[in-house]
């Protein structure tokens, strides 16, 4: 652990809690950034982090990004977020997931969990069993299924709502877009833009999710330069030039690559940040709402926002 005051980090939160169990191995972290418009609501990230001070910085910096995201989409939800440290391949089990459901369990509902990068709808189902406070469970357990499909999907009309900004039409047809990081949404986003009409390349540090993107879709390259940049939830391109080279027009895909120093200098090399013409919120509200991806386009078609009506799925 670094020198840094986890109260100075985490200056703004409501509540910062440390999960740990040796038995199963299980270390956590869940952050708790607001209450103020309904129960914090944020998917479980589990990630091989090089130390806890990264993960705590991660979990604090995306709870935090989950407030604004639930208070932009008109959602009856705070923010909040969970880390769990780890290499998802070796160390996830089903003994581990249930004990972190405990641990949610014990803040009474105070975080609602999800899915997020190394966990799935099946991961949830186990979770469940000890938890009361878990939505995006898998369908045939009365869930919402996979969030990524929604996630995709919103990256994608952020990125046609930018394209709209700076090239004047909402299509990336005839354009190089970059994906950095290929697994859940990566792959999702690279059928959208393929039908679009735009030349994908991709790169990701996990060579297995290349050659699955690979083998459904022949056509994608791995390297090149790009116009349109999108950075995955762990990739650094959101805040250097990475492998994919410049891009005119910047599009994160999730919540953490942009600090809040970035936009300015971002700006200054006309790069466009996610703003209020590029917005995503689907995949929140598919947790919130248990909506099914195939009900995406019916329940939002020419609606842009509205206060939540349902609770999660159970």
């Not at 070796?90 to 004990?99: G, I």
């Not at 959101?238 to 936009?263: F, I, K």
Request: charged letters at 25%; one cysteine or more.
């Amino acid at each position: 652990m670094s020198d840094d005051d986890v109260f100075d980090l985490g200056s703004e939160h409501e509540q910062v809690v440390f999960c740990n169990d040796p038995l199963t191995g299980l270390r956590a972290i869940v952050a708790i950034h607001s209450t103020a418009l309904g129960p914090a609501l944020g998917g479980t990230r589990f990630y091989p982090y090089a130390s806890t001070s990264e993960a705590l910085v991660d979990v604090l910096n995306l709870s935090r990004g989950m407030s604004y995201k639930a208070a932009l989409a008109g959602l009856d939800l705070g923010g909040g977020k969970a880390v769990i440290i780890g290499d998802p391949h070796t160390l996830k089990s089903e003994a581990l997931l249930r004990a972190y459901g405990r641990f949610v369990q014990s803040l009474h509902g105070r975080y609602l969990t999800a899915c997020d990068v190394g966990t799935y709808s099946e991961d949830m189902d186990h979770i469940a069993r000890e938890c009361s406070y878990v939505t995006g469970r898998t369908v045939a357990h009365g869930g919402a299924g996979d969030s990524s499909v929604l996630t995709a999907y919103g990256v994608f009309q952020g990125m046609r709502a930018a394209a709209q900004t700076v090239w004047g039409e909402p299509t990336l047809a005839g354009r190089t877009v970059g994906i950095a990081g290929v697994g859940k949404v990566g792959y999702h986003l690279t059928q959208h833009l393929i039908e679009d009409g735009a030349k994908v390349v991709v790169t990701d540090v996990y060579a297995p999710a290349v050659e699955r993107v690979r083998a459904e879709f022949p056509q994608v390259a791995v390297v090149g330069s790009t116009d349109a940049l999108v950075a995955s939830a762990l990739d650094a391109c959101g805040h250097r030039e990475g492998a994919l080279g410049p891009g005119r027009a910047l599009r994160t895909g999730l919540l953490r690559q942009l600090r809040r120093s970035d936009p300015g200098r971002r700006r200054a090399r006309g790069v466009l940040v996610r703003t209020r013409q590029a917005p995503r919120y689907g995949d929140l509200r598919h947790h919130a709402r248990g909506v099914r991806p195939g009900e995406l386009r019916r329940r939002t078609a020419g609606r842009r926002r509205g206060p939540a009506r349902r609770t999660p799925d159970a």
